[in-house]
């Protein structure tokens, strides 16, 4: 589950960089505040990559993915980018388990396996 959460996080720091490159535009936005917010928000996708096996990493990725929605406020494909990574987050969290539940079963096998060879 780390490496496809880790993949996904790190498509969205490139995303939010981008995307505070957009809102920087905006004259209605201080160019400080778009990179304080954005700044954060990358050092969370960083810091995130490392945390998703613990306890409480998936939930606080989840918090991001809202975020990323959220920031369509002020950069409206922000909306449409968010969206899709919320369905990426989504599949990696699902998927990733998947293969961990069949790594460790192929594991467990293995160990029982060479437990068996060892007595004979």
Not at 84 to 108: I, N, P
């Amino acid at each position: 589950m780390r490496t496809l959460c880790a993949s996904t996080l790190i498509g969205e720091f490139f995303v939010i960089g981008f995307a505070g490159l957009v809102a920087m535009k905006d004259p209605s936005l201080a160019v400080s505040t778009v990179w304080l917010v954005s700044g954060i928000a990358m050092v969370l996708c960083v810091l995130l990559c490392g945390m998703v096996t613990r306890p409480g990493g998936v939930a606080l990725g989840w918090a991001l993915q809202i975020a990323l929605i959220a920031s369509g406020i002020f950069v409206p494909t922000m909306y449409f980018m968010g969206v899709v990574f919320a369905a990426l987050w989504w599949a990696s969290v699902h998927f990733g388990r998947k293969v961990d539940e069949a790594k460790a079963g192929f594991a467990a096998r293995t160990e029982s396996g060479s437990s068996s060879a060892d007595a004979a």
